[in-house]
């Protein structure tokens, strides 16, 4: 089984509006962080959030927030008040304790295009 | 700080070159990966390193790659004879705190 699924090849948003990027992971460990990174059309990766498995609460970073639903094993993206910056690949990590607990795996990736 | 910096950001070469990629990470990160992204397999990691020595090269595809990391501040991934499958993005990444990885801009391979 695939660690990471992101099951949204492509979405659009019109400007303004919210936008939800799908992914749920597989492990059987019980600790285990989960990263969000964009890539705009430029290449570079950005890293935008991170979430432990033992964080109580889900985590925010500006316009983004990490929705962390562990029974579900998900972890999805939101992005507040889309911007036209924000047209991008996204991708969504898991780190957990196979391979020293410093490998982290990626998922497939969500292309993201915001619609003025 | 600069950030990760790699060299160079765009190779072109011919089928059975051997190819270099360099990186410099960030001062004071004692983790380093290297990553290769394409297409067909997207962002995979190939290998990292802890003070310096490899800890886990699962990723390398085979033995025609190749990475050292002669000091804390640079590391070379090496592929020798190169291969027209080998054509990718390669990310070279540190990190000091394992919540977060930074990213250099990445070496767009070519390989004819």
């Known amino acids: 089984a695939q660690k990471i699924t992101q099951t949204q090849p492509g979405m659009f948003v019109q400007e303004k509006e919210a936008v939800t990027l799908d992914c749920t992971y597989d492990?059987?460990?019980?600790?285990?962080?989960l990263f969000w990174y964009k890539q705009p059309s430029s290449g570079e990766m950005i890293f935008l959030i991170y979430?432990?498995?033992?964080?109580?609460q889900n985590a925010t970073e500006g316009r983004y927030s990490l929705n962390f639903q562990k029974a579900r094993k998900s972890a999805n993206l939101v992005i507040s008040a889309s911007q036209l910056g924000d047209s991008a690949m996204y991708f969504c990590?898991?780190?957990?304790?196979?391979?020293?607990?410093?490998?982290?795996?990626f998922g497939t990736g969500t292309k993201l295009q915001v619609i003025p | 700080d600069a950030g990760v910096i790699q060299s160079p950001r765009h190779e072109v070469t011919e089928m059975g070159q051997e190819v270099t990629l360099r990186c410099k990470p960030i001062?004071?990160?004692?983790?380093l990966f290297w990553y290769r992204q394409t297409m067909m397999r997207g962002l995979e990691l190939l290998i990292y390193?802890?003070?310096?020595?490899?800890?886990?090269d699962s990723g390398m595809p085979e033995d025609r790659f190749s990475a050292k990391m002669p000091n804390a501040s640079f590391s070379t991934l090496k592929i020798q004879p190169s291969e027209p499958r080998d054509s990718a993005v390669y990310f070279c990444?540190?990190?000091?705190?394992?919540?977060?990885?930074?990213f250099g801009p990445g070496t767009r391979l070519t390989v004819l």
């Open positions: 001062s004071g990160h004692d983790y």
């Open positions: 979430q432990g498995s033992y964080d109580e």
């Open positions: 492990t059987s460990d019980q600790s285990y962080g």
């Open positions: 990444a540190s990190s000091l705190d394992v919540n977060e990885q930074f």
């Open positions: 990590a898991m780190r957990d304790q196979s391979g020293g607990y410093q490998k982290v795996t």
């Open positions: 390193f802890n003070n310096n020595v490899p800890i886990d």
